[in-house]
């Protein structure tokens, strides 16, 4: 219900909002809403309208799952399939609103920001998936630009609030796609001072692990013998050869200027 006398402010965010609420959204008609009812701030109005559905949506998602209070959405850890619906339908709108030039094109972002900062890690996991779906979109000339310190901003905010042991796959999903998002040119993610994490070191050491009956005789089928009639196992030897060189190359990406040592280098190149 559209209130009269409202500002023009107001009757724009009443029209969007009504429109996104019962899934009618028309960009012809929203046009001449804006039209009939100029008003400088009309960005500002359409983002509004935007934020304010999504809230609702939220809201929604916490009666469902947990009863009637929002702060409940904090400690949350199940998504109904119809609030990722309703979720992917309002950030394909707002997507939308902004090829039609309605809003900034940072608005489906902050969108998304508002969806993480008022969500748990495990209600975030699912909601990340429609982040990555539009990968393509954000990545265009029209929200690049705009969109890209927000959006790194955010997954760095993701990022540390993730368990380094329980939240792995997570945590690889967000660095994947930020590394998909971004040309290897972009300023944040080169090291140009120089600086590197020297106090980072591998320490390897030889342990002897007890091995089953059923290990000893697939151990046997991959052992050899040499010309002078001793016995090895290619398996094991392969294995810590390749888990040690493995290893090593951590000093070199921890100390590079190291590399323009001869006798560095052609120890790591072989």
């Known amino acids: ?5 409202s500002s023009t402010f107001e009757v724009i ?6 429109d996104l609420n019962t899934s009618q959204w028309n960009v012809q008609r929203i046009r001449d809403v804006l039209d009939k009812n100029k008003s400088p701030e009309y960005r500002t109005a359409v983002e509004h309208a935007f934020r304010s559905v999504l809230f609702r949506l939220m809201e ?10 929002l702060d409940d959405m904090e400690t949350s850890t199940f998504v109904t399939d119809q609030f990722l619906a309703n979720v992917r339908h309002l950030i394909g ?3 939308e609103a902004v090829h039609s030039e309605f809003a ?10 508002d969806l993480f900062a008022y ?3 495990d209600v975030g996991e699912r909601i990340f998936i429609v982040l990555e779906e539009n990968a393509s979109i954000w990545r265009s000339t029209t929200f690049f630009q705009s969109v890209k310190n927000v959006l790194l901003r955010m997954c760095n905010d993701l990022l540390k609030r993730l368990s380094k042991m329980q939240k792995t796959v997570f945590s690889g999903r967000i660095l994947t796609f930020l590394a998909q998002l971004f040309p290897l040119n972009e300023k944040s993610g080169l090291n140009q001072i120089g600086h590197f994490n020297t106090d980072n070191v591998t320490k390897l050491t030889k ?5 089953s009956p059923v290990e000893e005789v697939e151990k046997e089928k991959k052992m050899e013998v040499d010309e002078d009639g001793e016995i090895h196992d290619l398996h094991q030897k392969n294995s810590a050869e390749f888990y040690s060189n493995f290893w090593m190359l951590q000093d070199y990406f921890s100390k590079p200027f190291q590399l323009w040592e001869r006798t560095s280098w052609n120890t790591f190149v072989h």
Not at 13 to 18: L, M
Not at 207 to 211: E, H, I, N, P, Y
Request: proline share 2%; net charge neutral; glycine share 2%.
């Open 1 to 5: 219900m559209i209130e009269k006398n």
């Open 13 to 18: 965010r009443q029209h969007i909002e009504a």
């Open 60 to 69: 929604q998602q916490v009666e469902v799952t947990h009863g009637t209070n």
């Open 93 to 95: 709108c707002a997507i």
């Open 104 to 113: 900034a094109a940072a608005m489906p972002i902050y969108l998304f920001n």
């Open 119 to 121: 969500t748990t890690i």
């Open 207 to 211: 342990t002897k692990q007890a091995v």
